[in-house]
C-alpha cells in the first residue's frame, strides 16, 4: 500500500507513543476509578449508548464552525468599527465550551486505538489541546486585556483555526485513511439464500462457532436450543467475536470489551457504537444453513 505523506511523517513520530499511552491510562484510570458509572459516561463519551453511533465526529464540527464564524465577526469588527467586538468573542466562547466536550469525546475513543492510528490519534488530541489553549488565550485577552489587545486577541483565534483546520485534516485522516471508528461491518452484506454451514451437532449448547459463509465470518450460538448468528467481526476494530467470551445472550470482544447481544445483534457496551449485522440461522434436512436476515420495510 502506497503510504500518504502524512502517515510517512507521523511513523517517525517515535515520541508520540508514551505520551499516547500516557494519555490512555489517565483516560482509563479516570473511567475506572467512577467504576458503574464511569461505565455508562464512557459508552456515551464513544456514542455507543444513547447516540448509536460515534459522537465526537458529530460534536467537533460545531467548534470549528464557531471559530471560522467568530474569525470572520472579528475581521468585519477590525473592518468596520461600528460593527460589535462582542460577536467574535461570543463565537470564540461557543467554540471553547463545545470544544471541551469534543476534547473528552475525542479522548474516550483515543484510549482504543493502538499502533500508527494511536499515534495519529495522539498527534490529532494533541494539535486540537494547543488550539483550545491558543483560543483559550485569545478570549482571556479579550476580556481582560481591554481593547488595546483585541488585535493579538484577533491574531491569535486566526492562528487558532488554522492549527484547527490543521488537527481536523489529521481526525478526517484517521477515519477515512486509515480507518478508525469506521463499521467494520459496512461492506460485507451475506447471501440471500441459505447455505450450508454444518451439523447440527457442530453447535451445542452454550458455544460460539465461527463459521465462513459467502466471504464473510458468522459467530453461530446456539442458546436454549435455537441457534443464532451474528457477524463475527467486532463491528468496532475488528476482533475476531468467537475469540471472546459468551456469556448468556452476550458475546464479549476480546478485543476492547464491546459486548453484543447474539439475539438482534446490539451493542450492550461500547467501544463499539454500530451494532452487528444478524444472519438468520435454521436446521434443515440434517444441515444447518445460515443467510442474511431479513430487512423489514
Ligand atoms: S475490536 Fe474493539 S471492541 Fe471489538
Not at 120 to 137: C, D, E, I, K, Y
Not at 151 to 171: E, R, S
Not at 213 to 238: E, N, P, Y
Not at 249 to 275: E, K, M
Request: proline residues 5%; hydrophobic residues 45%; aromatic residues 8%.
Amino acid at each position: 500500500m502506497n503510504e500518504t505523506m502524512i502517515d510517512r511523517l507521523i511513523r517517525h513520530q517515535s515520541w508520540l507513543d508514551p505520551w499516547g499511552a500516557l494519555l490512555q491510562r489517565a483516560v482509563g484510570g479516570a473511567y475506572s476509578a467512577l467504576r458503574a458509572p464511569g461505565r455508562v459516561l464512557k459508552d456515551v463519551a464513544h456514542g455507543s449508548r444513547g447516540l448509536g453511533h460515534p459522537l465526537h465526529p458529530a460534536l467537533s464540527d460545531v467548534p470549528l464552525g464557531a471559530w471560522f464564524v467568530g474569525v470572520v465577526a472579528d475581521i468585519v469588527a477590525l473592518a468596520d468599527h461600528a460593527f460589535p467586538t462582542q460577536a467574535g468573542d461570543l463565537a470564540l466562547a461557543v467554540g471553547l465550551v463545545v470544544g471541551l466536550a469534543a476534547l473528552a469525546t475525542g479522548l474516550t475513543d483515543h484510549h482504543e486505538t493502538y499502533g500508527h492510528e494511536l499515534r495519529v490519534a495522539t498527534a490529532h488530541g494533541s494539535l486540537m489541546v494547543v488550539v483550545m489553549a491558543v483560543m483559550f488565550a485569545s478570549l482571556l485577552l479579550r476580556w481582560f486585556a481591554g481593547i488595546g489587545f483585541h488585535g493579538l486577541a484577533v491574531a491569535l483565534a486566526i492562528c487558532g483555526l488554522l492549527l484547527a483546520l490543521a488537527g481536523a485534516y489529521l481526525g478526517g485522516h484517521l477515519s477515512f485513511g486509515i480507518g478508525t471508528a469506521v463499521n467494520r461491518n459496512a461492506f460485507g452484506e451475506g447471501p440471500d439464500e441459505y447455505l450450508p454451514v454444518g451439523r447440527p451437532e457442530d453447535f451445542p449448547e452454550g458455544q460460539a462457532r465461527a463459521v465462513p459463509v459467502a466471504g464473510l465470518a458468522v459467530l453461530i450460538v446456539r442458546r436454549q436450543g435455537r441457534l443464532f448468528g451474528i457477524s463475527d467481526t467486532c463491528s468496532h476494530a475488528g476482533g475476531p467475536l468467537h475469540e471472546g467470551e459468551l456469556k448468556g445472550d452476550v458475546v464479549i470482544c476480546p478485543w476492547h470489551g464491546s459486548r453484543f447481544c447474539i439475539r438482534d445483534g446490539g451493542v450492550r457496551r461500547g467501544p463499539a457504537t454500530f451494532g452487528q449485522p444478524v444472519f438468520e440461522v435454521r436446521e434443515e434436512g440434517g444441515l444447518v444453513e445460515v443467510r442474511r436476515a431479513r430487512v423489514l420495510d
